[in-house]
């Protein structure tokens, strides 16, 4: 129906076409946004619990395991209600090193610790774009993840250019591990790769193919704002 508007008003010939193009793409908008819609429930569920662990404590009863076996093991008189609070901090450090021809060598170092042992759904997830790039996401938790990159990025146009392109080779190590464990005795997990980036103003684009040790070849997509 709007297309056929459009070209009773006698609009440009590729009018109709871009309208096409466009209602296309607020269709798979308004698809996503439902599907998000859906799940929204689900997600305030689990964004109440996460506040709930940060809390003191004071008349609440939380626990590790899931509701169903914590009600079967009282129901055992075998488990006593635990009250604790528990705090999860995050480090993150970036430097960067300008090189020849414009070349940036950038460093990351990434911290994630929880202040007591916590649940598997709220421990650190190793793995991933974020922090070790070749390793699917989930490869594995703990309850303290450390994680380190070097990447060195080179830009193929001009920075003088409202849009840039550049290709980067980095570098990943990552761990992580539980409450009891000691850090120098854990294992680094090591990624390596390349890729491609382009950025406008604040917007950055970038695909990545990451080859992790002992895990196999992984590609890496994303898209944001950069501050």
């Known amino acids: 129906e709007l ?24 269709d798979r908008f308004l698809d996503v946004a439902a599907r998000f819609l859906e799940h929204l429930p689900h997600l305030a569920r689990h964004v109440a619990r996460v ?6 404590g ?3 009863e939380v626990r590790h395991l899931p509701e169903e076996h914590h009600r079967e093991q009282e129901h055992a008189g075998k488990l006593e209600p635990l009250r604790y609070k528990t705090a999860k901090t995050e480090l993150e450090a970036n430097g960067y090193l300008g090189l ?67 290709a980067s080779a980095f570098v990943d190590a990552a761990t992580a591990h539980d409450k009891g464990q000691i850090f120098r005795d854990q294992q680094f997990r090591k990624g390596l790769g390349a890729g491609l980036w382009a950025s406008a103003a604040v917007f950055r684009i970038s695909l990545m193919f990451a080859h992790g040790i002992g895990a196999g070849n992984r590609v890496h997509s994303g898209a944001g704002f950069t501050f």
């Open 3 to 26: 297309v056929a508007q459009l070209r009773r008003r006698r609009l440009p010939p590729h009018a109709p076409a871009l309208a096409c193009h466009v209602v296309g793409h607020v």
């Open 51 to 56: 506040l709930l662990l940060a809390e003191e």
């Open 58 to 60: 004071d008349g609440e």
């Open 100 to 166: 020849y021809r414009g070349n940036v060598l950038a460093v990351r170092a990434l911290r994630e610790d929880m202040s007591r042992p916590a649940p598997p759904y709220f421990k650190s997830i190793l793995g991933g774009a974020g922090n070790l790039r070749g390793f699917r996401a989930g490869h594995s938790i703990g309850d303290t993840l450390v994680a380190g990159s070097v990447e060195l990025r080179m830009p193929l146009s001009s920075p003088l250019n409202i849009a840039t392109f550049g």
